[in-house]
Antibody
């Protein structure tokens, strides 16, 4: 059974750093792109970026390029999303997603991680 | 970037009836790379349909997708109580570009 299990909710202050994680299991982690999607209340989901764990090839949405860093540790089947300096506007729910083999949709989702940034 | 516009924003339908949800793209979607997701309250989205009309594994056949080019539809026949949720469409625009619609909330009439 494919599973993406994310780290828990976080409450941070503006300017702090944060790294959240997503552990994949039940499939060959290194051979599927894995991505991150943000959701804020009242808006549709937003794709942030994806990484190919085998070689760490990473692609970012222009909206998130330079704002976050996506990485992966293939030895432990974990992907990461990190911020060096959080802003209040980074508050939201962050989902990790597995990209389908043809690369065009997201076939499995993590449970989500709520990030709250206090200004 | 392709913009997806979903309509209506909210849809009120009775259990057992049919629901029709629309997703319109600002330009033609290559190869009908259009997916639909269901999101129940406080849950992660779940894949329902991909390639505009292919049901994902385990999805009941009361869910069907259709369309091509810029106009796509998700139809749910014989609504069950658990189908009342928010539905999102998502497209792949090539070169690692993914966008979602703003969602349609399906509510009990």
């Amino acid at each position: 059974e494919v599973q993406l299990v994310q780290s828990g909710a976080e409450v941070k202050k503006s300017g702090e750093s944060l790294k959240i994680s997503c552990k994949g299991s039940g499939y060959n982690f290194i051979h599927y792109w894995i991505g991150w999607v943000r959701q804020v209340p009242g808006r549709g989901p937003e794709w942030m970026g994806i990484i190919y764990p085998d070689d760490s090839d990473t692609r970012y949405s222009p909206s998130f390029q330079g704002q976050v860093t996506i990485s992966a540790d293939k030895s432990i089947s974990v992907a990461f999303l990190q911020w060096s300096s959080l802003k209040a506007s980074d508050s939201g729910i962050y989902y990790c997603v597995r990209v389908a083999p043809d690369g065009t949709f997201f076939d499995f989702w993590g449970q989500g991680a709520l990030v709250t940034v206090a200004s | 970037e392709i913009v997806l516009t979903q309509s209506p924003g909210s849809l009120y339908v009775s259990p057992g009836e049919r629901a029709t949800l629309s997703c319109r793209a600002s330009q033609s979607i290559t190869n009908s790379y259009l997916a639909w997701y269901q999101q129940r309250p406080d849950r992660a989205p779940r894949l329902l349909i991909y390639d505009a009309s292919t049901r994902a594994a385990g999805i009941p056949d009361r869910f069907s997708g259709s369309g091509s080019g810029t106009d796509f539809t998700l139809t749910i026949s014989r609504l069950e109580p658990e189908d009342f949720a928010v539905y999102y469409c998502q497209q792949y625009g090539g070169l690692y570009s993914y966008t979602f619609g703003q969602g349609t909330k399906l509510e009990i009439k």
